[in-house]
């Protein structure tokens, strides 16, 4: 009986110090900031400004979305038919031909569809801006438009869905009023700001949930985000078994990345994108995009700093009937929780204004691709980027250790029976 104390004593200092071992070479190499998921860098593919396709010009492509069944991608141009009529684009990726220079490789228009209002006509001039696109259900688009925030031309944002065929709009979905604008003389009172509202939009994978959020805080919330802090976002989540809206989630943005340059230039930072990880409705990549004029620092001085993010909204409060985030307070309102995978800046490439995102095919390695595309503002200083990763799952620090401990106990048990 001795001997066998002694035994089990020994394998149990023996399994202790393997354990301490094993526990501190876990930890030495998880990231700073531990998350299940890593982006690995495939490289890139660089659409010139002055690129036309089926007489459009190609740019302002904002959003993103994946169509499996066709091997497709669709891409939203945020022209507010003033370059051509509102459109989104028809593109087949390849990611075996993407590069590190990224010149023109790997991407190939096939079509151009013209969005068409629910009478049939094209979108007036200034009537929308169209900023993201979701597939839903294999045959139709979610599109959101940002509207428009200033005294003299208020539109109303929207999340509208449109014939994936023929770029028709045949629904709308309810957006809260507490979203649309309002003014008193020129002052803004409430609702979206300009150029800073549904700038996301993502669907879960079973096409039950459908998420957009604004870009900034809404002018009831708070302020716009600063170099000194961020800004208090909104998540909205849409039922599509009901088309109604049932929940509104707190995301705060990162401060602005870097000071412009000269100092009183301009500068932003805001939730850009959204993509959807599982059927729960919970877990998220968000993107973030700050732009500040004139920066220094950032690869080919372009003034971007866009970050992705994996994001939880487990255990987030509801906030959808909370107008108001100034006169209420954010006291007990728990936020999206989000942990930083990956900071673009740092791929040592120029990066341009990036705010779309989207799952795409399954690489050869068995990893999940992720598509990137940049809004160059049709701007001759500025390109479309396509950035492609893969992405990899990797086991949580504390499931791995859980594991080796259960193993380890094992091993003393099966030993000690011998």
């Known amino acids: 009986m001795q001997q066998q104390k002694k035994s089990f ?13 094993l526990t501190i070479s876990l930890v030495n190499t998880q990231p700073v900031q531990a998350s299940s998921l890593q982006l690995n860098f495939i490289g890139q593919s660089i659409i010139p400004t002055v690129t036309q396709y089926q007489g459009t ?66 979108f007036p001039a200034l009537s929308l ?15 959101s438009s940002e509207g428009n925030a200033q005294p003299t031309n208020i539109i109303n944002p929207f999340v509208n869905r449109f014939s994936l065929a023929t770029g028709q709009q045949n629904f709308a979905l309810p957006v809260n009023s507490k979203f649309n604008p309002v003014f008193s003389g020129t002052t803004q009172i409430a609702g979206i700001r300009n150029n800073l509202a549904f700038e996301s939009l993502t669907a879960t994978p079973n096409s039950q949930f459908l998420f957009t959020a604004t870009e900034n805080a809404i002018v009831q919330d708070g302020p716009v985000a600063s170099l000194s802090s961020g800004t208090p976002s909104r998540i909205i989540q849409y039922d599509l078994n009901s088309n109604q809206e049932i929940a509104e989630f707190l995301y705060y943005t990162d401060p602005v990345a870097l000071p412009p340059n000269p100092s009183n230039a301009f500068n932003t930072n805001g939730l850009v994108d959204l993509l959807a990880l599982d059927n729960t409705g919970q877990n998220f990549l968000a993107l973030e995009r700050s732009f500040s004029s004139g920066a220094i620092g950032t690869p080919g001085n372009m003034g971007n700093t866009v970050k992705i993010f994996q994001v939880s909204l487990a255990g987030s409060s509801n906030i959808i009937n909370n107008n108001s985030l100034i006169a209420s307070g954010t006291g007990g309102i728990i936020p999206a929780q989000k942990t930083l995978l990956l900071d673009l800046t740092n791929l040592g490439i120029p990066i341009d204004n990036v705010e779309g995102m989207t799952f795409g095919s399954t690489l050869p390695n068995g990893q999940r691709s992720l598509i990137l595309v940049s809004d160059n503002n ?41």
């Open 57 to 122: 010009t190609v740019g302002g492509l904002s959003g993103i979305t994946y169509d499996s069944a066709n091997n497709s991608f669709y891409t939203i141009s945020d022209d507010r038919s003033q370059v051509n009529p509102a459109r989104f684009y028809t593109a087949n990726i390849d990611t075996t031909q993407f590069n590190a220079n990224g010149v023109n490789s790997g991407v190939t228009f096939t079509g151009v569809t013209t969005l068409l209002q629910l009478g049939g006509t094209t």
């Open 9 to 21: 004593s020994a394998n149990l200092f023996l399994a202790s110090g393997l354990l301490s071992s």
């Open 378 to 418: 049709f701007s001759s200083t500025q390109f479309t980027q396509f950035l492609a990763f893969g992405v990899q799952s990797v086991p949580e620090p504390t499931t791995t250790i859980g594991l080796l401990i259960f193993g380890i106990a094992g091993l003393i048990k099966h030993k000690n029976r011998g």
């Open 129 to 143: 801006d169209p900023e993201a696109i979701t597939l839903v259900n294999g045959n139709q688009l979610f599109i």
